[in-house]
């Protein structure tokens, strides 16, 4: 099994619509969740960070953690056609004086139509 | 220039040459990361550098050889790679090796073995 899980897509929606992405973990010990949003021939930029469990919001992104089922979403609201990109979850766990390894889902496409 | 710079931007090479990839950050970052992204597959760790001192190598085969003469730049020199070694290859700072939130990246290398 994985350590991390996310579906490949594409995932195709409208312009305007809410968009849910999701990754599942087994590691039980991560607590740093992370999405990142990669454009095509770019390298990936972080877009939210929670840590431990709960929601974040930031404008139209809405990052939810739910450590009892190993579960994180992004949601997007009125997604606009610049949002198109492939999004990939990370997370890792707490380190104390170490080097905290990321682990990264394999990222899901999406793209949002005019 | 701000942020992560990775030179070349695309670079094809024979399975008998030698070449070098250039990554260098402007953000006063302490530690820094080489990183492989296969289609379809997760972001796969490659090497780690804290304050210009190699912390992790994650398996990787000696046809790849890092380099860090200081906390600014990171070179992965590449000899007798082998086809299935094309990928992206992107380089990652952060202010921390102890942080694994807030990795800045590069626009990466696309590497092409023939």
């Known amino acids: 099994q994985k350590e991390v899980e996310q579906d490949p897509g594409p995932l195709s929606v409208p312009e305007g619509a809410i968009v849910s992405l999701n990754c599942t973990y087994s590691n039980s010990a991560f607590q740093y969740f992370m999405w990142y949003r990669q454009y095509s021939r770019k390298g990936p930029e972080l877009l939210m960070y929670t840590y431990s469990s709960g929601n974040k919001e930031d404008g139209r992104f809405t990052a939810q953690v739910d450590k009892s089922s190993k579960y994180i979403s992004l949601f997007i609201r009125d997604s606009q056609p610049s949002d198109s990109a492939t999004y990939l979850c990370a997370m890792s766990a707490q380190g104390n004086t170490g080097f905290q390894k990321l682990v990264f889902g394999t990222g899901t496409r999406l793209l949002v139509s005019p | 220039e701000t942020g992560v710079t990775q030179t070349p931007r695309h670079l094809v090479m024979g399975m008998t040459n030698k070449k070098s990839l250039k990554c260098e950050q402007h953000?006063?970052?302490?530690?820094m990361y080489w990183y492989k992204q296969s289609a379809k597959k997760p972001l796969e760790l490659m090497f780690v550098y804290s304050l210009e001192e190699r912390v992790e190598n994650n398996s990787v085969p000696s046809r790849f050889s890092p380099e860090c003469p200081n906390s600014s730049h990171l070179f992965l020199h590449l000899h007798t790679l082998q086809p299935e070694d094309s990928a992206l290859y992107l380089c990652?700072?952060?202010?921390?090796?102890?942080?694994?939130?807030?990795?800045?990246f590069g626009s990466g290398t696309r590497l092409t073995v023939v």
């Open positions: 953000l006063g970052h302490n530690a």
């Open positions: 990652a700072s952060s202010q921390d090796k102890r942080f694994s939130y807030g990795y800045t």
